[in-house]
């Protein structure tokens, strides 16, 4: 009787906006101990608007350079840093870059043409860009191009990059507010961030307020910097949190929390947690996500709501108890 139960099961779950690919994990998930959410576009909106920027010509209280002594190469207007950011986000498909092209769009700058893309995953993007047309950018080499890389605390690590104090106070203070934060570096310098706001989905404090009456653990997974993976956990009351995670350790997460022996689901959308949501006892898909996404899920949850992953939780509770 037990597999007819378990098709009731899948197309209640179907009519529930819930894609079934494994039944054996549907069932399985009524024992689960802990939940990992990927924080962006799952807990948050995911729409980042740039609402702040700082550049290295930023008014400093410890240095107080005047505009007399600004002959490092490094100098930059706002504009100049926002448009050079455009450009390099130019061709990525990613939330922070749409963000930068609309904040460059918004000012009516001129973004200077760029080639060479390389998208660098989990970390932020790079190209050469033709600065022929600027200012104060042209010194960078003969050749009118220059290397500009645009992304977050993984990249500054990745690149080695030393970031200038005040746009370090600058990043810090924005990640207090739960603000994302990504850098310019041109040639090599670390000449402008910028703060971009994302939102708490409505959805997702009700979330883990019922994960908890379910006696579930609740962890987020994100690349971002600790300080607004911290903002967001606080804000939300998140038990556990995995900040600055590159997209090839996403899985190990979960296979810590796996060697402790809990039993954990995990709810992403990206490429980037294909990885994770196979190595999960129970992978669980969201909204439209992408192809790798829901190929690597045992379900796929087809509304973009995290409320169903409480649904799917509780479903497998009661099939399990009609299975008795
Ligand atoms: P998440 O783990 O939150 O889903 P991603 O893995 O897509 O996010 O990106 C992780 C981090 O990498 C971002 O917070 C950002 O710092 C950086 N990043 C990724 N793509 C870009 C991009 N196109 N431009 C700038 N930074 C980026
Ligand atoms: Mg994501």
Known sequence: AIPLVVAINTSLAARNGMLVRDRIAMEEARNLDAI??????????????VVDMATVDGVDETQSVSSANRTSSGDVTEDEALALAAAVESDSEHMIARAIREAA??????????????????????????????????????????EVYVGGPNLLT???????????????????????VVFLVRDGELIAAFA?????????????????????????????SQDVANAVADELGIDTVFAEVLPEDKDKKVQE?????????MVGDGVNDAPALTRADVGIAIGSGTDVAVQSADVILVQN????????????????RKMQ
């Not at 990992?36 to 980042?48: A, M, N, R, V, Y």
């Not at 990745?158 to 994302?180: C, I, K, M």
């Not at 959805?203 to 653990?217: K, P, Q, T």
């Open 105 to 146: 769009a918004e000012r009516e700058l001129t973004v200077p043409a760029a080639t060479d893309f390389e998208a660098i995953k989990g970390r932020g993007v790079r190209a050469n860009v033709d600065v022929s047309g600027f200012a104060s950018g042209s010194a960078g080499s003969s050749d009118g191009g220059n």
């Open 158 to 180: 990745q690149l080695d990059s030393e970031v200038p104090d005040h746009l370090q106070r600058f990043a810090d203070e924005a990640g207090r507010n739960a603000q994302t």
């Open 36 to 49: 990992i959410f990927d924080k962006t576009g799952t807990l948050t909106e995911g729409e980042h608007g």
């Open 305 to 320: 709501n995290p409320m169903d992953v409480v649904r799917l939780v509780k479903l497998s509770k009661a099939s399990y």
């Open 196 to 224: 971009m706001a994302d939102v708490i989905r409505e959805e997702s404090y009700r979330v883990v307020d019922a994960l908890h009456d379910l006696g579930i653990e609740v962890a987020m997974l994100t690349g971002d």
């Open 257 to 265: 929390l796996q060697d402790q022996g809990k039993f954990v689901g």
